[in-house]
């Protein structure tokens, strides 16, 4: 089950964290993983990865804010593969701040990164899976697009944002034969979650973690490679039945939160 095997998959933001843990748990499971990064190093680093372990897996520069960018991309990668089966849409950043000091500029760099980009993405492929036959779609939202998180203004707005679009891209393209869901983490335990702490609460670093953690019911963060299971279950043929559907996968937050 869950076999990938002749697939070809585009992931943004496949250089690290959840991105980087979809990109190996697919190409283990038979995937030609395409990697598009900003950070090059961090891509060519998850491909070398990949490659080392015995999968298929190439990495290209992307910035996912800067259509005409992310189109000569798809163009590449199609034109280099001959297809696309799957798009998953990973890349994405944080911000901290409430309405009142969300400046502008804060508003307009994630908006950019994790709304547009998650439109550039889309739209470089729908044209190709259409004249395919098919494909799916995956995105990465949060738990924060669909209830209220404190201190989380232009990050909720962002990720309800992507909400949206994957309902209206099921809603539009299932006669098509092109399937698109997303899913919606709580906390998951990366890098940035680290680099956070350390910047925000230099010598802290350990309580506040285990406070962040036990935001989560089930009393920890997520692992990037549970994320991956279920981006992998999502993308399989095993999900043929699954479109315009959100996953919450929260360590209970949402339902059993008080």
Known sequence: ??????????????????????????????????????????????????????????????????????????????DDAGRLDILINCAGISHIGRLDNTSEEDFDRIFNVNVKGVYNGMAAVIGQMKSQGGGVILNLASIAGSMGIADRFAYSM?????????????????????????????????????????????????????KLSKVQPIGRMGKPEEIAALALYLCSDEAAFVTGTDYPIDGGYIKLSN
């Open 1 to 78: 089950m869950f076999s990938l095997a002749s697939k070809i998959v585009a992931i943004t933001g496949g250089g690290s964290g959840i991105g980087r843990a979809i990109a190996k748990v697919f190409a283990a499971q038979g995937a030609e993983v395409y990697i598009l990064e900003l950070n090059e190093s961090s891509g060519e680093e998850t491909a070398k990865s990949i490659v080392s372990d015995g999968g298929k897996a190439k990495s290209f520069a992307c910035n996912v804010s800067d259509q005409a960018n992310v189109k000569k991309v798809f163009a590449r990668l199609i």
């Open 158 to 210: 962002s990720k309800g944002a992507i909400l949206s679009m994957t309902y209206s891209v099921a809603q539009d393209y299932i006669k098509d034969n092109i399937r698109c869901n997303c899913i919606s983490p709580a906390r998951v335990h990366t890098a940035f979650v680290d680099g956070f702490l350390k910047k925000n609460y230099a010598g802290q670093e350990k309580e506040m973690f285990e």
